[in-house]
């Protein structure tokens, strides 16, 4: 199955195309290129001379030359500036001017300019007068970015932007330049940031919107990984300040386990043999241990563990939620104890990994704390989006492997010590090496305030003092990562291999695929003939459709899987199901109620005639006209540029909602990757994405029959009637593919007629109808089944069967959460407040 050719224009023409709509932008590309060679500043950055009458900073402003606030922004420092510079203004500023027009462009990047470089250089002159090396520094700086203006204008653009990418973009730069200002420090950094804010300021205002607040929302998946981005970008801006010996930030004390070591292991033996000497032998052991590869690989191992967190935040994995918070809370830990001795000492001796710079201010060495303190309540206030367990034993394998890598290490390390004695500074003996060798498991940072019972000298003595501990947790980041990637509990692997082969023989009804979605557990009866997939929530055993199997013996079926509940202790629901189930269990003495109507379209004599079809007619005719094509493929055979759109639409429908994404019987993109899900996007001929459909397999006896619709978004600023023509695309390309039926999948708490003819509407009928009536202007399931209706199907109700109506409370509560199992605090009052303005 292929995608539709596309006709796209030529790359070049494109690009010119938008080009020639960015003046401003080019404009601007020109200016800086041409001051750039008549002052010869292209190779080494403007001359001295000249910096001190275009360059921001304290000192420019502080002798009136307000002027700087915007020739800033017209240089740069030297070559590689330049060439990003140009880059920058291709790829960002020109997009951005096409996309938000010239003159608000051009406000957007003189406002942003200005009055970012004003509150960098106040924020300098502020910083200056409270902390002492990060402020005395920034008080000297002059810089010269256009960056800041570039940065502006994207931000204040955002504005214009839709939820997802409004949010993305916001997120990602922003997290980017705070991080960068906290470690790296210089001027230059704070003005990007600053301008960046301004941009943001000044965007609602060219756009006339009120100012739409950037927290985390979206889909499950698009939360969780921009909390995993949060997380990194805090890790990695150790990491990053360690390696850049100019950082001069608040928080980028690493770059001090670089500084240069005053003596080699054979001289500090000598200044240490000198009893007088004891505190500069001290200061000589502490730069010697946090000095070379080994140490500084071993001080950022807890980082890099960190990191391997962030990357199953990004799972949703329950596991890394805790190991990220408690992670975060020994270094809150280990940093205020650092910062409490440095007061109480006043010792000049080295910080630790989230440290804290030599003769500061106690402001700023309390300033550590701030961002380890931020990065924690949101892992808090986030809790509910990682909720993904690992299967039992899992992590019971991941300490059992690290437990041996740690005996190991131990054991090697008292044995090669032994034999290289001779490399220590002192005969070590078994009981110094067995007191030094739990020290060997923690970073050295954490070490500064300890005497070291023995140094090794020796090339040998040190590969073993220094690795051995890196090794260890070397093997504990690779158990961890390993318990990230393996699949989580509740997938029943096995199970879900024997549900698919019942689905294809002897086959489900209409909604049944649903069963192989994640979340579910798998029961079957004794002789493997029947299946049925339930997940338990309050003591109810929720189904996810019917029975699977032979459609004669479903009775049986019901009936094993009932006991198999009670004797677990769990109420049986049997949600979403047939008439037939229904009937089964109105004769066993259970209570049914209609929960949604499905909606079917049969294809053998369909044929899109008459005025009853005319919509459907008019979408497919628009269609043709404007080139937009259709046709069959599946999520993981898609091109990526398609795959990235179709999360983009996703992801862009749920952030517009604000409101929690359902689950359970609603489908998202998890479920795109089967295989054997049908994937039908509506593509225009520049090889643009504007909706798109998925539909599930119905097999009967090994033959597929039918198809039924799941994943149905479409683009906000798409072909408007993308929908009505994909599901016409499907009906049409299904029948000449002989098969029998559309299932247009069920509405919640929505039915065509307001009931079942002949059936007594009780008060819990009422109820639903009630809600239903509640949720319809918060998520439209009513006027979702009226849109159905332009396809002139047949109506089929699905119910929800219980044992007992005493057991609806608990049985309400179930469905719930299954619906929606991440409802936050936040969303909640969103939710309720909608529904009461409705």
């Not at 960056?147 to 916001?170: D, E, F, K, S, Y």
């Not at 069967?801 to 049985?811: E, G, Q, R």
């Amino acid at each position: 199955m292929a995608l539709p050719s596309t006709r796209p224009r030529p790359l070049l023409k494109s690009v010119g195309s938008a080009l020639s709509q960015a003046p401003v932008s080019l404009a601007l590309l020109g200016v800086i290129w041409s001051l750039a060679v008549i002052t010869g500043s292209v190779t080494k950055g403007p001359s001295p001379e000249l910096a001190s009458r275009i360059s921001a900073g304290v000192p420019s402003l502080g002798d009136g030359r307000v002027w700087t606030l915007w020739t800033s922004g017209l240089f740069a420092s030297g070559l590689t500036e330049y060439l990003l510079a140009g880059l920058s203004v291709l790829v960002i500023a020109a997009p951005v001017e096409y996309r938000i027009g010239s003159r608000r462009f051009a406000i957007a990047a003189f406002v942003s300019q200005g009055a970012g470089t004003a509150l960098a250089v106040a924020v300098a002159l502020l910083v200056s007068q409270v902390s002492g090396s990060w402020g005395s520094e920034l008080h000297t700086h002059l810089t010269q970015d256009p960056l800041p203006w570039i940065l502006g204008a994207l931000l204040a653009a955002t504005a214009a932007m839709n939820t997802l990418w409004r949010r993305r973009i916001r997120t990602l730069v922003l997290v980017i330049l705070v991080t960068t200002v906290l470690f790296a420090g210089h001027l230059q950094d704070l003005t990007r940031l600053s301008a960046a804010v301004a941009g943001l300021l000044i965007g609602p205002v060219l756009f006339g919107r009120a100012v739409r607040s950037p927290v985390l929302g979206g889909t499950i998946r698009e939360r969780r990984t921009l909390v995993a981005l949060v997380v990194a970008a805090g890790v990695l801006g150790p990491i990053l300040a360690a390696f850049s010996p100019h950082a001069i930030g608040p928080l980028s004390a690493l770059r001090e386990l670089f500084d240069q070591v005053p003596y080699s292991p054979r001289e500090l033996l000598d200044v240490c043999a000198d009893p007088a000497l004891y505190d500069e032998c001290r200061k000589g052991q502490q730069a010697l241990r946090l000095s070379g590869i080994g140490p500084v690989v071993m001080n950022l191992m807890p980082s890099l563990l960190l990191l391997v967190a962030a990357e199953g935040l990004r799972r949703g994995r329950r596991a890394a939620w805790l190991l990220s918070i408690y992670g975060h809370l020994a270094l809150v830990a280990v940093t205020a104890a650092s910062v409490l001795v440095r007061i109480t000492e006043q010792d000049e001796a080295r910080s630790i990994l989230y440290g804290i710079h030599r003769h500061g201010s106690i402001y700023g060495e309390w300033i550590p704390l701030l961002p380890l303190l931020a990065v924690l309540a949101l892992l808090l206030v986030t809790r509910r989006l990682f909720d993904v367990r690992a299967r039992r034993g899992t992590y019971r394998r991941v300490w059992a492997g690290t437990i041996a890598a740690t005996v190991a290490a131990l054991v090697i390390y008292l044995v090669v010590g032994t034999v290289l004695s001779d490399g220590f500074d002192r005969d070590p003996g078994i009981g110094t090496l067995l007191r030094d060798a739990p020290r060997r498991l923690l970073p050295p940072v954490y070490l500064q305030l300890f005497e070291p019972p023995v140094m090794p000298l020796t090339a040998g003595a040190t590969l073993l003092y220094e690795w051995i501990g890196v090794v260890v947790w070397a093997t504990f980041c690779l158990l961890v990562l390993r318990s990230f990637l393996a699949p989580p509990a509740g997938q029943d692997l096995g199970g879900a291999h024997k549900v698919r082969e019942l689905l294809h023989s002897p086959g489900g009804d209409s909604m049944s695929w649903m069963s192989t979605w994640p979340g579910n557990s798998y029961w079957f009866t004794a002789d493997g003939r029947h299946a049925v997939a339930y997940r338990v929530h309050s003591g109810v055993a929720l189904t996810t459709g019917g029975p699977i199997g032979d459609h004669a013996s479903l009775g049986t079926a019901v009936d094993e899987f009932a006991a198999y509940c009670l004797g677990n202790g769990w109420t049986p629901c049997f949600y979403s199901v047939g008439k037939d189930i229904a009937s089964i269990a109105h004769e066993h003495g259970w209570g049914h109620l209609q929960v949604a109507e499905e909606t079917v379209v049969d294809l053998p004599d369909l044929a899109f005639k008459g005025k009853k079809f005319q919509d459907v007619r008019t979408a497919l005719n628009r269609a043709q006209k404007q080139g937009i094509e259709a046709q069959w493929t599946t999520f993981t055979e898609a091109p990526l540029s398609v795959k990235e759109q179709i999360v983009d639409i996703s992801e862009e429908w749920v952030a517009d909602k604000g409101l929690p994404e359902m689950g359970f019987t609603l489908g998202g993109l998890a479920e795109l990757s089967d295989p054997e899900v049908r994937l039908l996007p509506a593509i225009g001929p520049d090889g643009h994405v504007h909706a798109v459909t998925s539909w599930m397999p119905v097999y009967r006896d090994g033959a597929l029959v039918g198809l039924t619709l799941d994943f149905m978004r479409r683009r906000s600023d798409g072909f408007p009637v993308a929908i009505e023509f994909l599901i016409a695309s499907a009906a049409l390309l299904a029948q000449q593919e002989g098969i029998g039926f559309l299932s247009l999948s069920g509405a919640p708490l929505a039915n065509a007629d307001g009931g079942e003819s002949g059936v007594d509407r009780g008060a819990l009928d009422a109820l639903l109808d009630l809600l239903g009536r509640t949720l319809e202007p918060v998520y439209g399931f009513r006027s979702l089944l009226a849109f159905k209706a332009k396809f002139q199907p047949r109506y089929r109700p699905l119910y929800m069967v219980f044992p007992d109506a005493t057991a609806l409370p608990s049985i309400g509560i179930a469905i719930g959460h299954a619906y929606l199992p991440n409802l936050s605090f936040e969303q909640s009052g969103r939710l309720l407040s909608r529904l009461l303005r409705r």
